[in-house]
């Protein structure tokens, strides 16, 4: 079997990891356009006054900050981004927050070097990006280390992938201070997410030994962070430590091998009816894994099961319903609509089985009607 691996994102990973390693971003630009959520996070967190910190000790003397970037982000916030980077002539791009702002921030790269319409965007006809750097505040996405970003697409009625390998952040600083102040229902949405990627990552078509490395992992970290979550208290910052781990193993993972099924039928859901990401796969996994126990003899399946500390699906299926609540029904329409959008997703033949249309709509019945 011939595979690759390549993620060339720097990690720093732990507490003031900024103050201890910002000078790396030294000579990776002059002026910076800082990318963050509308609600104000990376502001009461203290990342962002980390980050401007930074940039004094790196010798970087102009920035601005972009601060619109809304939950699932728009092709529209990229271009007002992507302005707001040409308005300061900004060679370099960081980004604050969760998987939003990381994955506007990566689209704002292109769109400030490039002006194209929305669908070369989505076709991948851009040829250049400006160097990215994430700094994430929520324990899930993995986008610090990944290629990919998940816009939300008006013309195509969607959320679809930009990723390319111009995309990937030169660093990503993981602080976990910065996720202490995550509220409950972010934390469990985005551990939910962390382990989807960990399971569609192990299985995957393109699984390798170094995927196999990251996912196993982090199906032990994020199994064992699921159970912990299922207590609703304060978690200590070792527990958001372990949590944000996690999420970085599986971004690696996913970085090597891509999602599979759960993320392609999940985008639609979150596009139409504001279903935080995280939360719809949670739907989406129990009945995806049964799935293919029924029609593959497939030994990964038990392997993820006991990796991440389940004695059977059903157990895993028990917590993920406790975590992430229960689907909601969707109409004929909705699901006939859900199913061309699922397969036009190329997410859905990266699984260890190749489903059939009648597959994937047997499973939206089955999680949907
Ligand atoms: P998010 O959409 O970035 O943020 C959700 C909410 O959490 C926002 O209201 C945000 O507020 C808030 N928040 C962020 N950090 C916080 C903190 N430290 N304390 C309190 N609130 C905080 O959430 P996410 O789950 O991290 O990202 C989801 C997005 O990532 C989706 O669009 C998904 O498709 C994408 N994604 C991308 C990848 C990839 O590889 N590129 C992988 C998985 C998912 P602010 O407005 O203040 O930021
Ligand atoms: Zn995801």
């Not at 963050?36 to 006054?49: I, L």
């Not at 939003?100 to 250049?128: H, Q, W």
């Not at 099961?305 to 329409?333: C, D, H, I, Y």
């Not at 009648?358 to 019945?365: G, I, N, P, R, S």
Request: aromatic share 8%.
């Amino acid at each position: 079997m011939l595979w690759q691996a390549n993620n060339p994102t720097h990690i720093v990973f732990g507490e003031r990891a900024l103050k201890s390693q910002g000078s790396l971003l030294k000579g990776l630009g002059k002026r910076v356009l800082v990318v963050t959520g509308q609600g104000g996070s990376a502001q009461r967190n203290g990342a962002q006054d980390d980050v401007i910190k930074a940039f004094k000790s790196a010798g970087i003397s102009k920035h601005a900050v972009f601060a619109e970037v809304e939950p699932n982000p728009s092709v529209h916030t990229l271009r007002r981004g992507a302005q707001a980077a040409q308005e300061i002539k900004a060679d370099i791009i960081v980004a604050i927050g969760g998987g939003s702002p990381m994955d506007a921030a990566k689209g704002i790269a292109v769109l400030a070097l490039e002006d194209l319409s929305e669908e070369a965007l989505f076709e991948l006809r851009y040829r250049k990006a400006l160097p990215i750097v994430a700094v994430p505040t929520t324990a899930g996405t993995g986008s610090e280390v990944t290629g990919s970003a998940i816009i939300s697409s008006p013309l195509y009625q969607n959320k679809k992938n930009i990723g390319g390998p111009l995309l990937y952040p030169r660093i990503a600083f993981l602080d976990p201070r910065y996720t202490y102040d995550n509220p409950r229902q972010l934390t469990l949405d985005t551990a939910l997410d962390a382990y989807a990627h960990a399971l569609e990552s192990y299985l995957a078509f393109r699984s390798n030994p170094i995927s196999d490395t990251y996912s196993l992992r982090s199906l032990g970290i994020m199994g064992e962070c699921l159970h912990m979550l299922s207590e609703a208290r304060e978690y200590t910052p070792k527990e958001r430590e372990r949590l944000l781990l996690g999420s970085l193993l599986s971004g690696l993972a996913i970085s090597i091998t891509g999602v599979s099924m759960p993320h392609g039928m999940s985008y639609p859901l979150t596009y139409n009816r504001d279903i935080p990401h995280g939360r719809a796969l949670s739907y989406i996994i129990p009945a995806w894994m049964s799935w293919i126990m029924r029609v593959s003899r497939n030994q990964r399946m038990q392997n993820a099961l006991r990796a991440s500390g389940f004695n059977t699906l059903a157990e895993m299926e028990g917590l993920l319903r406790a975590l992430g609540g229960v689907a909601p029904k969707l109409s004929e329409q909705e699901r006939e609509q859900y199913l061309q959008l699922t397969l036009d997703s190329k997410n859905v033949f990266n699984g260890v089985v190749f489903p059939q249309r009648e597959d994937v709509k047997a499973l939206l019945d089955d999680i949907f009607q």
